[in-house]
């Protein structure tokens, strides 16, 4: 759900003043309840810690709780509430009895200091410390990005001293990257300033939330599965088109050193102190767009009952959980909550943000059409899901009936929800219909498309059963790139689509549900170690830019030492 954004005459609270008034249990308290014991925490002062290695191993061979994953319509300026629905939700469960941990993922600093403001829900629905939380947390991004940029340094110094391994400078494909918003570091030119500095080639930067590593931290199942995998990533090729992997530049080692801490799990806790495991970054417009597999098995391990959201709307974020985290990691989630927002669907139906106060039921029913998408795409996986409404103050009893009504038309179980306003207590009725749901609709989760259909094809798939498009186009040199990847063995990989997280389409200015578009295929890249193809589609960039007025703009630390503007 949107911000609460200052406080107003009636005396609400922003979300920054609720999270400094919870009253947070130590973390050894927090361990307790899901039966990690003080010894197998790392601390990271008295309310966050990591999850040590030997402790999640012993968990092997345990029987493994339920598994919901929660997603949403297409995101709007409106607000949909993924992330408090996903707390809330927890919050709920853990009311009604049922022990229940949530999964997230970690915020990027981009997104922070860009737009979006924070990432640890909103209300009485919070993460905390979300401030902490917001900003370095537990170093994870930090190592992620420095173990990215050793292997990009690896690469240029292995050209540099001898070039044993023929690597050709004009294909290496191993970007850079920074956890921050920075358009001009896109496209740069490297080792400029004379011969002492190298080959000077043409490089990029992408936000380190994009990096393989990070895919690769979050989908390894085990310290040695994480060694593997970063030896596998594909830096770039030989002159006669050979691939160079970072093993044979002895890269695995160090950047697995450099990851070593960033791989254990992350345990913090919600306002009404229900565990929360923090772990991994993704976007899911640009990446794979779900928290880490480790932190997904270790919590189901431990509870009745798993939350854990996927990125974005389920054309981005479900869609890749349900065909690149789930195949990979052999998860067969139980059910889906669908969130959305009686005023997001009326923006769906073409109304302003400044008049979505008002009740529009002719809007709201142009706008169902978004809704009704998301719903008969979830199908395809055969995952049984439930609608939320994530309630508005101004959201209309006629406006709540009409969603309501529509969702029996579609057979989909539904669920008011105001966890914003009212914490665990306001997701109640949503906990029940998700227990329903579980014990009478069983789930028969399957992947979109089968590992050996060829990656044309699987992209194709994609964009015509999830996006409703009428197929996909790109030019030669990107067809001759698919060819090339199916040739050397990587067609069995799924592929992670890279577009605009706005619209069904890659043009973010068509609401609702657009159909028989066709999706331009820009460019798709290697991530060999995270065993997926990111295709990349439309205009969609790996390295965003900040908006005119960044979020930056308005923070500062107060004369007690505090940080305002943050949220």
């Given amino acids: 759900m949107a911000k609460t954004g200052p406080k107003n005459d ?3 609270l922003t979300d920054i003043e609720i999270a400094r008034e919870a009253k947070m249990a130590p973390i050894e308290e927090i361990g307790q309840q899901i039966g990690i014991p003080a010894k197998s925490l790392y601390r990271y002062g008295d309310y966050k810690a990591k999850i040590a290695n030997d402790f999640i191993e012993s968990l092997d061979g345990r029987p493994e709780g339920k598994l919901i994953l929660v997603t949403a319509m297409t ?20 009311r009604i009895g049922e022990k229940t941990i949530v999964c997230l993922r970690e915020p990027s600093l981009g997104p922070c200091f860009g737009v979006k403001g924070g990432a640890t829900g909103g209300g009485r629905a919070q993460i905390v410390p979300m401030e902490e939380i917001n900003l370095h947390f537990t170093g994870d991004f930090h190592a992620i990005s420095t173990a990215n940029n050793l292997l990009a340094s690896l690469v240029d110094n292995h050209v540099y001293w001898s070039n044993d391994l023929k690597i050709d400078p004009r294909r290496i494909s191993w970007r850079r990257v920074m956890d921050m918003n920075d358009r001009a570091l896109r496209s740069v030119v490297c080792s400029l300033g004379g011969v002492a500095n ?5 490089d990029g930067f992408d936000i380190t939330p994009a990096s393989e590593v990070m ?19 594909v830096v770039g090729h030989t002159r006669d088109r050979q691939p160079v992997r970072a093993r044979e530049l002895k890269a695995d080692g160090p950047m697995a050193v450099l990851l070593r801490d960033a791989l254990m799990p992350n345990l913090v806790q919600t306002l ?14 640009i990446a794979h767009g779900c928290n880490s597999v480790i932190a997904t098995r270790t919590a189901l391990r431990l509870a009745d009952y798993v939350v854990t959201e996927a990125g974005f709307g389920a054309d981005l974020g479900a869609e890749k959980f349900f065909d690149i985290k789930c195949r990979q990691a052999g998860l067969k989630p139980d059910a889906v909550v669908l969130v959305a927002t009686v005023r997001a669907l009326k923006m769906h139906g073409g109304v302003a943000k400044g008049d979505l106060d008002k009740e ?5 029913e142009k706008g169902i059409q978004n809704l009704e998408r998301h719903v008969e795409n979830l199908r395809n996986f055969g995952v049984p899901q439930v609608v939320a409404v994530n309630q508005f103050p101004t959201d209309t009893a006629a406006e709540i009936d009409f969603v309501r009504q529509k969702c029996a038309e579609l057979e989909a179980r539904f669920a008011i929800a105001t966890h914003w306003a009212n914490g665990g207590a306001g997701a109640e009725e949503l906990a029940r219909e998700v227990i329903y749901t579980v014990e009478n609709r069983p789930s028969n989760y399957r992947p979109l498309y089968p590992d050996n259909l060829p990656l044309w094809d699987k992209v194709r798939t994609v964009a015509q059963m999830i996006y409703g498009a009428r197929g996909i186009i790109a030019d030669q040199r990107v067809r001759d790139q698919f060819a090339l990847f199916q040739e050397e063995g990587f067609g069995e990989f799924p592929v992670c689509i890279a577009k605009t997280q706005y619209s069904f389409s890659t043009d973010p200015s068509l609401k609702g549900a657009p159909s028989n578009h066709v999706v331009p295929v820009r460019e798709i890249r290697l991530a060999g170690g995270a065993e997926f193809l990111v295709v990349l589609c439309g205009e969609i960039m790996t390295m965003p830019g900040l908006p005119r007025v960044p979020a930056a703009n308005n923070m500062f630390v107060d004369d007690r030492n505090r940080i305002e503007g943050l949220f």
Avoid: M, V, W, Y
Wanted: hydrophobic share 35%; glycine share 16%; with cysteine.
């Fill in 272 to 285: 009404e102190n229900t565990p929360a495991i923090i772990h991994g970054g993704p976007f899911a417009n």
């Fill in 75 to 94: 995101p709007t300026p409106a607000g949909e509430g993924k992330t408090t629905t996903s707390i809330g939700l927890a919050d709920g469960l853990n």
């Fill in 360 to 364: 529009d039921l002719g809007a709201l």
């Fill in 10 to 12: 009636a005396g609400h």
């Fill in 198 to 202: 190298g080959f000077p080639r043409e």
């Fill in 215 to 233: 895919a690769i931290l979050c989908l390894a199942k085990d310290p040695q599965d994480l060694t593997r995998r970063l030896g596998n990533i």
